[in-house]
């Protein structure tokens, strides 16, 4: 059973950073992996993605001050968050698929983390 455990969430200044990380396990063959974020009444928005071989993809809007990574064994991805403005304030998810990247739409991801918060406060 694959679970997915984030952490790094927490309240930062504009133009502030944040790591987030998700532990993996329970799943070692091919995979896409995903952070999506969510504020209240909104729908969940994927914002980047890499695959197994580390390509990347990301949402314009977080393009040049986020970087999706993760480990050598794949048992973690990261999301580093820089130049963070008052509208990244959201509760980020980290997700995966099995097989290749095929987007950044919810319902493409079979695994969900439990959710960070991150606060970015004006």
């Known amino acids: 059973q694959v679970q997915l455990v984030e952490s790094g969430g927490g309240s930062v200044q504009v133009g502030g950073s944040l790591r987030l990380s998700c532990a993996v396990s329970?799943?070692?063959?091919?995979?896409?992996r995903a952070w999506f974020r969510q504020v209240p009444g909104k729908e969940r928005e994927g914002i980047a993605t890499?695959?197994?071989?580390?390509?990347?993809k990301y949402k314009d809007s977080v393009k040049g001050r986020f970087t999706i990574s993760q480990d050598n064994a794949k048992t973690t991805q990261y999301l580093q968050m820089n130049s963070l403005k008052p509208e990244d304030t959201a509760m980020y998810f980290c997700?995966?698929?099995?097989?290749?990247?095929?987007?950044?739409?919810?319902?493409?991801?079979?695994?969900w983390g439990q959710g960070t918060q991150v606060t970015v406060a004006s």
């Open positions: 890499i695959d197994s071989d580390g390509n990347t």
């Open positions: 997700a995966e698929a099995r097989g290749r990247c095929r987007g950044m739409l919810e319902y493409l991801y079979d695994y």
């Open positions: 329970g799943y070692s063959g091919s995979r896409c």
